[in-house]
């Protein structure tokens, strides 16, 4: 579980430095799929990924408003507020926590019971599904995306 954490982290700092070079016009500008632009699709990507690991441990998952982060530089301080919990709740994984149980009560009446193992997948490839947006957009843009490789990372040293 942690590997991909962390390699999510990784490629999602990669996908910052990119940004760098992008005026805030662009990083601003609506975008066909996604949440609607650059910045606020890593906006909603750090906001799901804490609220589904503050709804796992029964914490207060308060929504932020976009309004209050409409600059790179915004952005990366909301990832750097939110992250340390994130990361000691990825830290502190053990198997044990795999299949307990999620109850969510939908607002039709309806019960949803998902394992904590398939809602941290969820959260990993919720945020890989966003990375993949952020390519097709940099190509748009006529420029080389930041790399999906997961090889090449040093995220497992081998022996």
Same mark, same amino acid.
């Given at each position: 579980m942690e590997t991909f954490f962390r390699y999510n982290w990784m490629v999602r &700092?990669?996908?910052y430095a990119w940004c760098e070079d992008l /005026?805030?016009? &662009?990083l601003? #500008? /609506? #975008?066909?799929?996604g949440v609607g632009s650059i910045l606020k699709t890593f906006f909603h990507i750090i906001d799901v990924e804490w609220s589904w690991l503050q709804i796992l441990q029964g914490k207060p998952d308060g929504a932020e408003d976009f309004e209050h982060y409409k600059s790179l530089e915004a952005v990366r301080q909301f990832d750097r507020k939110l992250r340390p919990d994130v990361e000691a709740f990825v830290l502190a994984w053990d198997t044990s926590m795999e299949k307990r149980a999620h109850i969510d009560h939908l607002s039709n009446g309806k019960v949803v019971i998902d394992s904590w193992g398939e809602v941290m997948r969820h959260v990993i490839a919720h945020e890989i599904h966003h990375m993949g947006q952020l390519s097709v957009w940099a190509r748009e843009l006529g420029k080389e995306p930041v790399s999906a490789n997961v090889i090449g990372k040093g995220l497992i040293i081998p022996d």
């Open positions: &700092e990669q996908w /005026p805030l016009e &662009e601003l #500008r /609506p #975008r066909t799929g």
